[in-house]
């Protein structure tokens, strides 16, 4: 009869056959796997298999298996925003038809119009206007009171409706300064220049401020006014605040006259709803630097 254990490698202190490795002469015990292991081992597989029919697992081009169950933490969601659309409903269909001017004397409507606002203004405007709304170069401090096309809450809903020097929006507020580097000599420029800084009593060349000044009332009061306090119905700036939508100083100054500014903002109208448009112009308005 032939010995069971021939071919094999027993190890002389334990009598169990090796698995054939080594290392720094140190054999490996070919013991069998627990039985409870073993078990725990198929049972997880057996679980996995049912997991992968039952709930949604394989993904697809246009998606994944959907599951028997039908299952999805995308739906929970859907149904739990389903579900407070439905307990606010008589509020939003309120603050679809409210009458701005008159939203702060309804107190609990107006609560409603701040909360969902700033919700709204999180997701489609702080990538521009920041989280905490103070702007960034080329995008407005909404904090403050300086407010090119109106700052009242009216103002700020036709604003976010219909948005500023857009393609998309027949009614869209409209303005374009002209490029004065086409129109006047690099030190005719720089004299307005230093004149605009003197407005801000920022430092500046005296004698070309003076020259500036009559440049100024020649090709820049139609629209910024004798006082260069602006014109906010036509999207002209107040240029003697501090407030800078690009910047004060002298080299964003010329370059702001030179090649002028042409700044965009969507019209918001078609993308969100009525009660949405109000809820973001009273969130927006409430921050401190509405009209």
Request: with cysteine; glycine share 10%; net charge negative.
């Amino acid at each position: 009869m032939s010995d069971p254990n021939k071919d094999k490698d027993i190890d002389e202190a334990t009598g169990v056959d090796t698995t054939g490795h080594e290392w720094d002469g140190i054999k490996e015990l070919n013991n069998p796997l627990p039985r409870w292991w073993l078990w725990s081992f198929y049972l997880c597989i057996i679980w996995g298999i049912g997991y992968v029919i039952a709930y949604p697992a394989w993904p697809l081009i246009n998606g994944a298996t959907t599951g028997l169950l039908g299952y999805s933490t995308r739906g929970e969601v859907a149904a739990e925003i389903d579900r407070y659309k439905d307990q606010n409903a008589e509020l939003t269909s309120a603050l679809a038809e409210v009458e701005l001017a008159s939203l702060g004397e309804n107190a609990e409507l107006n609560r409603f119009a701040v909360s969902a606002g700033g919700a709204v203004f999180r997701t489609n405007c702080s990538q521009c206007h920041g989280s905490g709304a103070a702007g960034a170069k080329g995008y407005p401090n909404l904090l403050d009171d300086d407010w090119l096309w109106g700052g009242t809450i009216e103002d700020i809903a036709y604003t976010v409706n219909h948005g500023i020097r857009n393609e998309t929006d027949l009614d869209a507020h409209w303005s374009q300064m002209p490029a004065f580097g086409e129109i006047l000599e690099k030190e005719e420029i720089s004299q307005v220049v230093h004149y605009v800084m003197s407005l801000s009593a920022a430092e500046h060349d005296v004698a070309k401020a003076e020259a500036g000044a009559v440049l100024f009332d020649e090709q820049c009061s139609a629209c910024h006014g004798a006082n260069a306090e602006g014109d906010y119905g036509i999207g002209a700036p107040n240029l003697a605040d501090a407030i800078w939508l690009y910047g004060g100083d002298e080299d964003t100054l010329v370059e702001t006259i030179t090649y002028s500014r042409f700044g965009v903002m969507p019209a918001w109208g078609p993308r969100l709803t009525p009660a949405d448009v109000n809820a973001v112009a009273a969130y927006v308005h409430q921050l401190g630097g509405g009209e």
